[in-house]
């Protein structure tokens, strides 16, 4: 079966937010976000953008567990990256460092971050996220 990897239109966003909360994950899209699916028949992976004191925000990505391990993740990231032409900041966990790693997203302090991405950054690892913040610079045309 072929994969699609899409930008949901804003008026989607809940069917991207039943796929997040039919696989217990934290964090639920907004209108506001950016929402990256890939489709098979059904969603089977999801992420969204997050506009962060005007810097792109990668979170919530995730991938069906019968699906993971076959590139899905990277296909949806790349077109992540492809459409985000001014750079996008994420947090990465510290196991999946490698995929964004082969993405171009290169590890930054997170004392280099804004604010409002250093509160985040705060109270994720105050929750005992194994999380890396990571940039990548974006498109160059």
């Not at 997040?20 to 059904?42: C, E, L, N, P, Y």
């Not at 194994?130 to 610079?137: A, G, R």
């Amino acid at each position: 079966m072929t994969l699609h990897c899409y930008c949901l239109p804003a008026i989607q966003t809940p069917l991207a937010n039943k796929f997040f909360q039919t696989h217990k994950v934290r964090g639920r899209a907004t209108k506001q976000d950016q929402v990256w699916v890939v489709k098979q028949v059904d969603l089977i992976a999801a992420c969204r953008v997050q506009n962060v004191d005007h810097h792109a925000f990668l979170s919530t990505v995730f991938v069906a567990t019968d699906f993971r391990g076959q590139g899905v993740a990277k296909m949806m990231l790349k077109q992540v990256v492809e459409h985000n032409i001014h750079g996008i900041y994420t947090f990465a966990y510290r196991d999946v460092v490698p995929l964004y790693l082969q993405l171009d997203f290169e590890c930054v302090d997170a004392h280099s971050l804004s604010n409002t991405l250093q509160r985040k950054f705060a109270s994720y690892t105050q929750q005992g996220r194994d999380i890396i913040p990571m940039y990548h610079l974006g498109k160059i045309h």
